[in-house]
C-alpha cells in the first residue's frame, strides 16, 4: 500500500477504508503544494517590498504607464469642407475598486463632499458602487468648466478617493449619413468598454482585457484613444490618431502618484489631417436624389458614382437601399455590390471587334433578322428601315446586331477566342481587383476559357455571363473619354500636417492604363453620343442642351432563385459629361429590381444622370 501510495486504488481489491485513506492522503498534498505556492509569492513580494524601500524609500511597488492622447485628426473634402473632427470633453469617473479599498469614514467624507458638487448624482455612485465590477464608471460626461475646477480642488486636497476628471472625445460627422459609407466610425475605447459593460456580461478586469487588449488604455487618470472602425477612419488611422504622450508615474500604496518620484514623460506625436477627392456639396446632392429615387421607385438598390475622367478623382458615391417599406441610407453595397451590367457592356465587344478587325465602321448589318449563336437566338423588339452601322446598333441597343458582330468575331478568331477575349477583357479592368484606399472592390467574375460554352461570346456581349461593381464599368468609360487610357479610382488626395503642410500625396495612386486602341476607343466615343441624340437612341433622357453627351443605356435580368427573372432587373446608364476642354465627367446611375414605374436603364437612370449632370454644369458656372 505505500509502494502505490499514488497509484489508482481501484481495481486493486482494495477495502472502502483504503480507498477513503488514499483520498484523504492526495488531498493533503495538494493542500500542501497550494500552501508552499502562497508562501513562496508572498516572500517574492516581500523582498520586492524590502528592495524598494531601501532605494525608494517606501513599500511602493508599482510603476503605472499614464497615456494622454491627442485630439484626433480631422478629415477633409477636396475644397477643405470639415467631414469629420474630434470635440473633447471632460468626464467625472468613479474607479469602484479604489473606492471599496478606503475606510468607511474616508468613504463616507467623499459622498458628503459629492453632494456639495452641483449637477453630481451621488445617488448613482453608491448604486452603481453596490451593483457593478466594473473597473471604470462615468459618473456624468460632459461636465462644466466649474464644475470640473470644483472637482478637482477636492481631489487635489484629497476628499475624493477614487473619482477623477477624464477628458474624453466625441467624434463628430456634420454630413451624417452622407459620407458614413466612405468615412466609416469611430468608437473611443472607454466607449466600447463601458458599453459592454453595461450588458453585464463578462465584468470583471481579467475578462475585459481578454476581449479588449488595449482595455488598459482605458485608464481613469489619463484620455481614451479613438479606434477607427472601417472607411477612411481605419485606413488612416496611424496619420489620424498621432501618438500619446507617455508618462511613467511611481503609485504608493494607494495607488496615488508620488510627488517624490515625478517620472518620465514622452511627448505626443500631433495627429495628421486627410484630404478626400469628395465634393461634399456633390456627395449631398446626389445622397438626396438618390433616396427619393429609391423611394418612388421602391427599389431594392440605388447607387450612383461620379468621377474626374482623366485622374480618376472621385467626386462623389453614394447608395441607398428600400427593403421592408423603409429607406436604408448610406448603403455600403456602392463598394461591395457586384452585378451583371447588360447592355452598357456592349462597347466593349464592339471595341474587341474593332481592334480584332472583325468589323469596319463601314460595316452595317440586317437587324430585322433573328441572329443564332450557339443554341441561342438573338432578336429585336424593334423593326428598322434600313441596315444599321455599328453607331446604330450602339444607339438602338440591338441585341441581334450585336450578335451578328459576335458572329464575325468568332470567324475571325476561331478556336483562339476565348483565350484573347479573356485577356482583353482582363487588359480592361474586368476580372481583376479594384483597391481603392478604404476598400477592396470585390473581384468582377469572368468566365474562364475552359468554362466557355457555345453561348458565351454573345452572352458576353449583351452584359450576361460576368459580374461586375460600379467602379469597374465607370472607369472603362473614362478609357472611351481618355482615348483609350483607363485611370485608376482615387479616393485620397494628400494628407496634411496640423501646419496644413503636405507630408504624403497619392498622386501615384491617380494611375493611367492604356488599355485600348486610340484610334478605336474615340470612335467608340463618338458612337456613344448617337444614343442621346439620335431618334433610335435609348438615352434621349439624358441629354443636356449645349452638351454632346455619350453614354449608354443598360437593361439585364437578375438572378432570383438560380434563375433569370422577367420582372426583376438591374437597370444602369453611364455617360460622360464634358464640362470643359479635355475636362470630362463620368457619372454612373444603377437600380436594382424597381417595383414601380418602368425599369429601364433609358427610363429610371437616364434622368438622374441629367440631373447631376445639370448640377455640375451650374456648379462649375459659378
Known amino acids: ?246 508618462q511613467i508615474l511611481h503609485l504608493d500604496r494607494n495607488l496615488n502618484p508620488m510627488e517624490k518620484f515625478p517620472g518620465t514623460r514622452t511627448d505626443a506625436t500631433l495627429p495628421c489631417s486627410v484630404v478626400l477627392t469628395i465634393d461634399i456639396h456633390l456627395q449631398q446632392f ?81 437587324c430585322n433578322l433573328a441572329a443564332r449563336i450557339g443554341d441561342k437566338t438573338y432578336r429585336d423588339e424593334h423593326t428598322y428601315k434600313h441596315d444599321l452601322s455599328i453607331k446604330e446598333i450602339l444607339a438602338a441597343s440591338s441585341d441581334s446586331g450585336m450578335a451578328q458582330i459576335v458572329a464575325r468575331v468568332i470567324s475571325k478568331s476561331g478556336a483562339q477566342l476565348s483565350e484573347s477575349a479573356v485577356a482583353f477583357y482582363n487588359h480592361c479592368g474586368i476580372g481583376k481587383n479594384l483597391l481603392i484606399h478604404h ?27 460576368f459580374n461586375a461593381n460600379p467602379f469597374h464599368l465607370v472607369r472603362i468609360y473614362a478609357g472611351f473619354a481618355n482615348k483609350g487610357t483607363i485611370p485608376y479610382p482615387c479616393l485620397v488626395k494628400k494628407i496634411i500636417d496640423h501646419n496644413k503642410d503636405t507630408v504624403k500625396t497619392f498622386q501615384n495612386d491617380h494611375r493611367l492604363e492604356k488599355c485600348f486602341n486610340p484610334r478605336n476607343a474615340s470612335l467608340i466615343y463618338d458612337y456613344l453620343k448617337t444614343v442621346t441624340s439620335s431618334k433610335e437612341g435609348t438615352g434621349k433622357k439624358a441629354a443636356i442642351d449645349g452638351y454632346d453627351i455619350a453614354g449608354k443605356t443598360g437593361t439585364s435580368r437578375r438572378l432570383v432563385n438560380g434563375r433569370y427573372s422577367r420582372r426583376s432587373h438591374n437597370s444602369a446608364f453611364i455617360g460622360i459629361l464634358p464640362l470643359e476642354k479635355d475636362y470630362n465627367i463620368v457619372i454612373g446611375v444603377f437600380f436594382q429590381d424597381i417595383k414601380k414605374g418602368s425599369d429601364y436603364g433609358g427610363t429610371a437612370c437616364a434622368p438622374v444622370f441629367k440631373e447631376i449632370g445639370e448640377y455640375l454644369i451650374a456648379s462649375s458656372m459659378k
Not at 440605388?302 to 423603409?326: H, P, T
Not at 448603403?331 to 468589323?359: C, H, N, Q, W
Not at 452572352?459 to 455571363?465: D, F, T
Request: hydrophobic share 40%.
Open 439 to 465: 476598400t477592396a472592390i470585390p473581384k468582377s467574375t469572368l468566365p474562364s476559357p475552359a468554362r466557355w460554352t457555345g453561348i458565351t461570346p454573345s452572352q458576353l456581349a449583351i452584359g450576361y455571363e
Open 286 to 366: 446626389v445622397a438626396r436624389l438618390i433616396q427619393t429615387n429609391v423611394i418612388e421607385k421602391q427599389a431594392y438598390l440605388g447607387m450612383a458614382v461620379v468621377m474626374e475622367a482623366k485622374s480618376g478623382e472621385i467626386l462623389s458615391a453614394y447608395s441607398a437601399s428600400f427593403e421592408k417599406g423603409r429607406l436604408i441610407p448610406n448603403d455600403s453595397r456602392i463598394f461591395t455590390s457586384s452585378f451583371e451590367p447588360g447592355s452598357v457592356a456592349k462597347p466593349l465587344m464592339v471595341l474587341y471587334a474593332l481592334d480584332l478587325g472583325a468589323i469596319s465602321e463601314i460595316d452595317r448589318f440586317n
Open 1 to 246: 500500500m505505500k509502494l502505490d501510495k499514488f497509484n489508482k486504488p481501484f481495481g486493486r481489491g482494495l477495502s472502502s477504508r483504503e480507498v477513503f485513506r488514499w483520498h484523504v492522503d492526495v488531498c493533503f498534498y495538494i493542500a500542501v503544494g497550494v500552501c508552499a505556492i502562497v508562501l513562496l509569492k508572498t516572500g517574492v513580494l516581500q523582498l520586492t517590498d524590502l528592495y524598494l524601500m531601501k532605494y525608494l524609500g517606501t513599500k511602493q511597488s508599482l510603476l503605472k504607464e499614464k497615456l494622454t492622447f491627442p485630439a484626433r485628426g480631422e478629415i477633409l473634402d477636396r475644397n477643405g469642407i470639415l467631414l469629420a473632427t474630434s470635440l473633447p470633453f471632460q468626464t467625472l469617473a468613479m474607479d469602484p475598486y479604489k473606492v471599496r479599498s478606503i475606510s468607511e469614514k474616508r468613504k463616507l467624507i467623499a459622498f458628503e463632499t459629492l453632494k456639495t458638487v452641483p449637477d453630481v448624482p451621488s445617488e448613482k455612485v453608491l448604486r452603481e458602487l453596490c451593483m457593478r465590477k466594473a473597473s471604470i464608471i462615468p459618473v456624468k460626461r460632459a461636465i462644466d468648466f466649474e464644475t470640473a475646477s470644483q472637482v478637482k480642488k477636492f481631489i487635489q486636497k484629497g476628499l475624493l478617493p477614487g473619482i477623477e476628471i477624464i477628458t474624453e472625445q466625441v467624434r463628430e460627422y456634420p454630413w451624417g449619413d452622407n459620407t458614413r459609407t466612405i468615412l466609416g466610425v469611430v468608437r473611443g475605447s472607454k466607449d466600447i468598454l463601458l458599453a459592454y459593460k453595461h450588458t453585464n456580461r463578462n465584468t470583471t478586469r481579467r475578462a475585459l482585457k481578454a476581449l479588449f487588449p488595449w482595455s488598459e488604455y482605458a485608464d481613469i487618470n489619463s484620455a481614451t484613444p479613438q479606434r477607427g472602425i472601417g472607411g477612411i477612419e481605419q485606413v488612416f488611422d496611424v496619420f489620424l490618431a498621432g501618438k500619446p504622450e507617455k
